[in-house]
T-cell receptor, first 112, second 117 residues
Framework: AQSVTQLDSQVPVFEEAPVELRCNYS??????LFWYVQYPNQGLQLLLK??????LVKGINGFEAEFNKSQTSFHLRKPSVHISDTAEYFC??????????FGAGTRLFVKA | ETGVTQSPTHLIKTRGQQVTLRCSSQ?????VSWYQQALGQGPQFIFQ???????GRGNFPPRFSGLQFPNYSSELNVNALELDDSALYLC????????????????FGPGTRLTVL
């Protein structure tokens, strides 16, 4: 069965510092992986997705993620965060069907 | 703005009642998925509709049902509401180029916050 684990429920970081949000997945088959961001009182917005090919995926707002098959990880990174990056971030996975499995979320809090 | 709208924004119901939530997809999107997001958790897949037919369902009982209309709007109906149904309900639309696959980018609406008392 598929599962997605986000290893940190909250990540506080100072503005302009780098950040990494960790995500591990469990699947016996090939997976497609996603990162979404959710701002307060809004729906989810796709940051980036990995389907195949290069393991380093670049997304919007300066975020990138690296697919590591041997470690079953898909960590999200940004070299320099802004106050406006404060939000909830969700890692998600699916095996190419109709069902997307989400992690529990990581709250990124950027401090001035 | 994703072009996906949901109504109402907030809703309060009592246990045992029935509720209908509505979603208006992006123009031309033929696939809509519904998710339940309990407080402090990630979204849980309820079901997906592709070209007006249910394409798949998550681990939700039959009292959760849906409809998708020719104009790509959709509804989520929940009967016999329970306290645990209190959550944010999200719809997400996408355009399946060769079927209802989630590798197509999903565009989420802002959600409907349902409170069951």
């Amino acid at each position: 069965a598929q599962s997605v684990t986000q290893l940190d429920s909250q990540v506080p970081v100072f503005e302009e510092a780098p950040v990494e949000l960790r995500c591990n997945y469990s699947s016996s088959v090939s997976v497609y992986l996603f990162w979404y961001v959710q701002y307060p009182n809004q729906g989810l917005q796709l940051l980036l997705k990995y389907l195949s090919g290069s393991t380093l995926v670049k997304g919007i707002n300066g975020f990138e993620a690296e697919f590591n098959k041997s470690q079953t990880s898909f960590h999200l990174r940004k070299p320099s965060v802004h106050i406006s990056d404060t939000a909830e971030y969700f890692c998600a996975a699916d095996t190419g069907g109709f069902k997307t499995i989400f992690g529990a979320g990581t709250r990124l809090f950027v401090k001035a | 703005e994703t072009g996906v709208t949901q109504s109402p924004t907030h809703l309060i119901k009592t246990r045992g009642q029935q509720v209908t939530l509505r979603c208006s997809s992006q123009s031309g999107h033929n696939t809509v998925s519904w998710y339940q997001q309990a407080l402090g958790q990630g979204p849980q897949f309820i079901f997906q509709y592709y070209r007006e037919e249910e394409n798949g369902r998550g681990n939700f009982p039959p009292r959760f049902s849906g409809l998708q209309f020719p104009n790509y709007s959709s509804e989520l109906n929940v009967n016999a509401l329970e306290l645990d149904d209190s959550a944010l309900y999200l719809c997400a639309s996408s355009f399946g180029t060769s079927g209802p696959y989630t590798t197509d980018t999903q565009y989420f609406g802002p959600g409907t916050r349902l409170t069951v008392l």
